[in-house]
């Protein structure tokens, strides 16, 4: 026997509705095959879900449920939960499966003796669908914080980038000027140069006179 109940979650990033689906079915876990409510999480790791089950059920209910190795399943014993109890206590498993991108996560609510269904229990079936939809909205949550804080990490990075940009420029100006100066100093150095070459041109010049004049005075004896 399979049941639908189906809610929009709007997720708080604005996107569109994201469509929540309980089904109901027989999964086999660690007391045998037994009915189960159903949800499937699209593109979400099934680590990431399991480990907020364990939160969702210390926020919400005030269970801490225990990791059970073996079975890989999460056990709530004794949960006091009213809604679904009415009055006694009940054990809630649940377990998560990897299927693509997506994640299954499975909940069995063991009323003592019995799996709760939606044919003998169905008010308290109703509140353990609302319960495990409620749970979706929590990972869809815990989702787009985890893009947000992805998106801003990237925005960090961006601006360290853009810090390193303008340090970037600052040193490169650093290099003109010092290039500037340099360029300056030689061509000043140049001006000088030719200056001196004017000078010794002129003392070549006054030194071949006096040559001159020596030769004369020798050819002249």
Same mark, same amino acid.
């Given at each position: 026997m399979i049941r639908f109940i189906? $809610? !929009?979650i709007f997720t708080i990033c604005a996107l569109p509705f994201t469509q929540a689906q309980v089904v109901e079915r027989s999964v086999g876990m660690s007391a045998g095959v037994q009915n189960a409510l159903v949800l499937e999480v699209p593109a979400v790791d099934a680590g990431l879900v399991s480990d907020l089950w364990k939160d969702y059920m210390k926020d919400f209910y005030r269970e801490k449920p225990k990791w059970? %190795?073996?079975d890989k399943e999460w056990l709530s014993d004794d949960a006091d939960i009213a809604a679904l109890g009415m009055g006694n206590t009940v054990d809630v498993i649940a377990k998560t499966e990897q299927k693509g991108d997506?994640?299954?996560i499975y909940m069995w609510i063991d009323l003592g003796g019995a799996y709760?269904? !939606? !044919?003998q229990h169905r008010e308290r079936y109703t509140e353990a669908e609302k319960m495990l939809v409620r749970f979706g909205l929590e990972v =869809? %949550? =815990?989702k787009v914080k $985890?893009?947000?804080e992805e998106q801003e990490d990237m925005l960090k &990075?961006?601006? %360290? &980038?853009?810090e390193r940009l303008a340090t970037d420029k600052e040193r490169y100006e650093r290099e003109i000027q010092r290039a500037r100066e340099t360029i300056a100093k030689a061509e000043q150095d140049i001006e000088d140069n030719l200056k001196a070459q004017e000078e010794m041109a002129a003392r070549i010049k006054a030194q071949e006179d006096v040559i001159k004049s020596v030769q004369k005075r020798l050819n002249d004896l």
């Open positions: 189906w $809610i !929009s059970q %190795r073996k997506n994640t299954f709760l269904n !939606s !044919s =869809a %949550r =815990a $985890i893009e947000l &990075d961006l601006n %360290r &980038d853009l």
